[in-house]
């Protein structure tokens, strides 16, 4: 059963080198949804993995084994490795929960925040503008979800750039990209080898927003360069923007210049192929992780004298 379990302890190590060769293969709009689902996937398989490891260590230990109604203690592995592989499971999952409770309260917090700063900015449609010398403009998703540019950043840019600009924070709350930076952040924060397929789902998000913006003003290069100037002009820590408040200059922005200046296009061979590999990488998770807890099942049901060891 431990030996199953395995797989999905190991497959998020594999994200890295997989997605760097997927994504770039993948429409935005696609690339956006099969990375994001991938990281729920890994993350989901890394989680079950751990607590399957930790609930068949705690089985084995009398005491607890009868607390479970058990007749015997789980025999699952040796003690030599069974008492060590619990513990590792244990940290992992204390780390874990601690990394993910602490960056969603950092997260809500900063949320409140945004909001609280905008009760007396002036306000106009979606659109509120905060009094900011520095230059920011981003998505910040509520009901009703509100654009918040800074007078900074209306001063950068001139009448065309601001609609561009406009136009793709529009799309990031029609999009609820806020769902996706959140799955891929949460993500992350349970396992460290994650943290490339987050920065590939922000890309994809911004590039979705992109690609909208440019369709709404019909116009790809000033799409471009609306972009390209709101992330010169940007300071990062200037205005309280939470993580998954997205914002056009967020992510690799000389990336997505160079995507708007030239047409959308994805050979199809290759994007099936980075398609069906990402959705078998998943598969193999979710096997590996869906084993071993029925095979852990079937062990707790012959500890408990349900069914009989063949």
């Not at 040796?78 to 619990?86: D, F, S």
């Not at 981003?138 to 009703?144: I, R, S, T, V, W």
């Not at 952040?185 to 890309?203: E, S, V």
Request: net charge positive.
């Amino acid at each position: 059963m431990i030996s199953v379990l395995i797989v999905p302890l190991l497959t998020p190590f594999a994200a890295p080198g997989l997605v760097r060769w997927a994504a770039p293969h993948l429409r935005p709009a696609l690339s956006m949804w099969v990375l994001t689902a991938t990281a729920c996937v890994l993350a989901g398989g890394w989680l079950a993995a751990l607590g399957g490891l930790l609930l068949a260590g705690v089985l084995t230990v009398s005491a607890l084994a009868h607390l479970g109604h058990l007749v015997h203690p789980l025999h699952v592995a040796p003690a030599v490795v069974a008492y060590p592989v619990t513990a590792l499971a244990l940290g992992a999952l204390s780390v874990c929960a601690f990394a993910v409770t602490r960056s969603t309260l950092r997260q809500l917090g900063q949320y409140r925040n945004a909001h609280a700063q905008l009760r007396y900015a002036p306000s106009a449609g979606d659109l509120s503008i905060l009094d900011h010398p520095e230059a920011d403009a981003y998505a910040l998703p509520g009901n009703p979800g509100r654009i918040v540019v800074t007078s900074g950043m209306l001063r950068t840019l001139d009448g065309s750039e601001r609609e561009a600009l406009f136009a793709h924070e529009r799309a990031h709350l029609a999009g609820r990209h806020h769902y996706f930076l959140t799955a891929a952040d949460l993500a992350a924060r349970c396992h460290p080898a994650l943290n490339g397929l987050r920065d590939a789902i922000g890309l994809a998000v911004e590039r979705v927003a992109d690609e909208a913006a440019a369709r709404v003003v019909g116009d790809r290069n000033l799409t471009a360069r609306a972009i390209g100037r709101a992330a010169l002009a940007r300071n990062t820590a200037a205005t309280g923007r939470p993580p998954f408040a997205a914002g056009a200059s967020g992510g690799p922005v000389p990336q997505r210049v160079k995507a708007l200046l030239k047409p959308p296009t994805t050979p199809q061979r290759l994007a099936v192929a980075a398609v069906t590999l990402l959705l078998a990488y998943a598969a193999a998770t979710t096997a590996g992780a869906t084993a071993g807890l029925v095979d852990l099942h079937h062990n707790v049901e012959i500890a408990q004298g349900e069914v009989r060891d063949h």
